[in-house]
């Protein structure tokens, strides 16, 4: 049988103060203090009820971290996404490599017809990037950032150049969760899908012909 674990009022309190200390759970000096001055408060408060308020301090202990651990997680998706906008990080087009064009055009539209336009502008991103690679004009290549795309798309339709930028940030924005489109963005974004089926695109002689005089 395990010994019971039973600190003195002393060691209990200094335990919650070096657990509160520790880097991990610190969100900047202010509020690492604020915490701390809480607990020592409540501590003041709990050891004044007598013995039920020892049995009560490790218990508030746990409760108190575990709340500094949630807020930390939750805190942390955002700050990593600001951080990657920083380097000016893309984010990759595709998670899967199986469905077709109209597939998620499909998705897209559904998406759309719910109001969840953010996964419709991502579809229909999507959408537009896989017609291209479904008529040669792209190559079918993992990993392909939205970025990429764009800067790739726009070679083979210059006239488009400017909007497939445009596109491919708006891609970056909403997976970073740093913009919410809206059905003005899904009108536009399809629009430009439509654009692109239609238009004639370079040939890729040509392409590589000027990609060569740029580097001489």
Sequence with gaps: ??????????????????????????????????LLNWLSDLWERLMMAGPAGAVLLPVLILAVV?????????????????????????????NDTTREAEVLRRSADAAAAEGDYALAVLERFRALVRTLEERALLTDRQGRTAH???????????????????????????????????????AWLRELDHQLQQASPVPAVVVASQGWSTLR
Excluded at 8 to 26: F, G, I, M, T
Excluded at 173 to 184: D, E, F, K, M
């Design 66 to 94: 575990a709340a500094i651990i949630g807020i930390g997680i939750a805190l942390g998706g955002p700050v990593r996404r600001r951080r990657l906008q920083r380097r000016g990080g893309s984010v990759e087009v595709f």
């Design 148 to 186: 990429e795309a764009a800067e790739e798309a726009g070679t083979r339709f210059p006239d488009q150049a400017a909007g497939l930028r445009r596109a491919g940030e708006l891609f970056d924005a909403v997976c970073y969760g740093s913009a919410q489109p809206g059905r003005t963005e899904d």
């Design 1 to 34: 049988m395990e010994p019971t674990l039973d600190p003195s009022a002393d060691e209990a309190r200094q335990w919650a103060l070096e657990e509160l200390s520790k880097a991990v759970y610190s969100q900047g000096p202010s509020l690492v203090q604020r």
